[in-house]
């Protein structure tokens, strides 16, 4: 990744804290996943799903973390990310094989009748992100959102420079603008075609990601264009 690259990350991020901090939020690193978890129970987020669970996973701490956000020492919310690499098999060849075992047959993916799917673009270097989660007494902000995942895109391009970064959400939460929101270029819609749907999952979910490059090119615009980075705060009306 060229230095001017690294530097434009380092901005963004460095833009995402400053507006954080002055709204008094603060972002706490942890790899301590078990208590992470157990600190968003805390504040209302009553399950984690298997995919980054420290129950079903033997995480590492050089391969997943937590940001913990947190405003006057006290925790409002949360977001976990795991680094993965898929370069002999696609992701939803890789969703099928690992949902099996992490839903213990409780969850199960449809054999998808195609090869390929155009999700499966998907690949090499990948981050997951999921448990993203803001206690109830602090919503309502598009812009907290939109600065809270933003500074996780640049935290993760600089600390594991993958290919791709993806996330699922609710098929909803798509239409109502949050993917865009939360700076992801890409919409797969319907990436899951569930046989047995498991607790916590939602028909219809939304894949949505970024690849690296769009994510070099964003922080760039966003750095000679820091106001294009928060837009209204809150959606009134589509037209």
């Known amino acids: 990744m060229p230095n001017t690259a690294i530097l434009d990350l380092m901005k963004l991020f460095n833009t995402c804290a400053q507006r954080l901090e002055e709204k008094g939020i603060t972002i706490e690193e942890s790899s301590d996943f ?18 980054i669970s420290s129950q079903h996973n033997d995480l590492s701490a050089d ?3 937590w940001l913990i ?4 020492g006290v925790d409002i919310g949360g977001v976990a990310a795991r680094h993965d690499t898929l370069i002999s098999e696609t992701l939803t060849s ?19 009748p195609f ?9 090499g270097q990948v981050i997951y992100m999921g448990e993203f989660f803001i206690a109830k007494g602090v919503r309502g902000s598009r812009h907290l959102l939109s600065l809270y ?6 935290y993760c391009q600089l600390r594991w420079k993958p290919d791709w ?20 270029t890409r919409q797969y819609p319907g990436a899951h075609s569930w046989e047995a749907l498991p607790k916590g999952r939602a028909l219809g979910e939304y894949l949505v990601a970024i690849q690296s490059g769009e994510l070099l090119d ?22």
């Open 69 to 72: 956000l947190r405003k006057d």
């Open 94 to 112: 890789y969703w099928a094989r690992s949902y099996g075992r992490l839903y213990k047959g409780k969850g199960k993916l449809h054999a998808e």
């Open 218 to 239: 964003m922080a760039r615009f966003i750095h000679h264009h820091p106001s294009c980075l928060l837009g209204v705060d809150s959606l009134r009306s589509v037209e």
């Open 115 to 123: 090869a390929t799917r155009a999700c499966d673009e998907i690949s």
């Open 149 to 154: 995942t933003h500074l996780l895109f640049a």
């Open 63 to 65: 391969h997943a973390v």
């Open 165 to 184: 970064l993806y996330a699922f959400i609710r098929a909803d939460d798509a239409r109502l603008g949050y993917a865009t929101e939360y700076g992801f």
């Open 34 to 51: 078990q208590a992470c978890e157990d600190r968003m129970n805390a504040i209302g987020k009553h399950a984690v799903t298997p995919m």
